[in-house]
């Protein structure tokens, strides 16, 4: 044992024991001339000498040591605060800590990129047509106003794409819809699908075609945002968690207040990417049933391609050179 440097008591008697101590890191070890052990520093409390008294160290068996030697003291380490001792365990474990932070902004990026689609697609299973509907009569009276004027189309040319696109759903089962005719002025070539049905096709969009395949075609993947009911997912999905608390109370009412937000968000963001690929794969999938060739729509992208810095309508759809491939490459009808 080397020299001592303090006594041991137990607290209960006046009986002391000579012991050597040393300090390690935040550990405090002792050895007398028959055994040894440790302490960890945070168990202990010291008070320091005072006058002519030696330190006293407080333990937690309720024992202590009366420590002769200064300089042991002096060396003491200085009292760790919780704000350090939290900083420590952070260090210690700052590669698990990034992981958390890491795991957390994944979940939240997670939850905003699927989470909330997915989310919007089953709570519009439960919000009635009806508020589709208004949804869609209001955009439309708000685009009227600002947008569109009344189509300058023949009334004969309007009826007979109206029978041709009558027959077209005539032999494939089409979703409840409008068809409307506009001129789109600013707009241009443009066709665009409204909550509730309402499809409106513009005078610039029926004379860049060239052949009336084109524009059933292009009313095909409209008709998909019809049957997704893409508008009304559209305002779910910007809503977030405020939708949630709606499909729990069941109080739809306020769906249509928040409608009013409809226009802007379509014509500025358009609907998703997401949304346009159902569209176009229900386009495909409804053409080839009415045995009119998606080609078509591949043509009809190409010309609007051309002329996109004067339309929205390819803004927010997939890239224009793949969504042709897809319409080129896909069968023109279902039958063999
Ligand atoms: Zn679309």
Not at 14 to 35: F, K, M, N
Not at 75 to 85: G, L, M, T
Not at 272 to 286: F, P, Q
């Amino acid at each position: 044992m080397r020299t001592p440097n303090a006594s041991y008591c137990d607290g209960k008697s006046s009986a002391q024991q000579a012991v050597h101590l040393s300090v390690r890191q935040t550990v405090l070890d002792w050895v007398s001339s028959t055994t040894s052990g440790s302490f960890d520093i945070a168990q202990v409390r010291l008070d320091p000498a005072v006058g002519q008294t030696d330190a006293v160290i407080h333990l937690p068996t309720g024992g202590m040591f009366i420590v002769h030697d200064a300089t042991f003291i002096q060396a003491w380490p200085k009292q760790i605060s919780w704000i350090e001792r939290s900083a420590a365990w952070v260090e210690d474990r700052i590669s698990t800590v990034v992981a958390l932070a890491c795991l957390g902004l994944a979940i939240v990026y997670a939850v905003a990129r699927w989470g909330i689609p997915l989310m919007a697609i089953a709570i519009v299973t439960l919000i009635p047509l009806g508020i589709d509907a208004r949804m869609g009569e209001q955009t439309l009276v708000v685009m009227d106003r600002v947008l569109l004027a009344p189509s300058q189309l023949s009334l004969t040319r309007q009826q007979s794409l109206m029978n041709r696109w009558t027959r077209y759903c005539a032999s494939v089962d089409c979703p409840a819809h409008q068809l409307l005719f506009r001129h789109g002025q600013k707009m241009g070539p443009n066709a665009f699908a409204l909550p509730g049905g309402v499809m409106v096709l513009t005078d610039e969009l029926v004379k860049l075609a060239q052949q009336d395949e084109e524009i059933m075609a292009v009313l095909a993947h409209e008709l998909g945002h019809v049957h997704g009911r893409h508008g009304v997912r559209m305002v779910v999905q910007s809503m977030g968690a405020a939708a949630v608390l709606l499909a729990v109370t069941g109080d739809f009412g306020n769906v249509t207040d928040l409608a009013s937000a409809l226009p802007s968000l379509l014509l500025q963001t358009g609907y998703s990417r997401n949304m346009e690929r159902e569209a176009d794969a229900y386009a495909i999938d409804s053409l080839q049933a009415a045995c009119v060739e998606p080609r078509h729509l591949a043509t009809m992208l190409g010309k609007l391609d051309a002329k996109a810095s004067d339309t929205g309508w390819l803004d927010s759809h997939p890239g224009t050179q793949e969504r042709m491939q897809l319409f080129t490459a896909a069968r023109g009808c279902h039958q063999p």
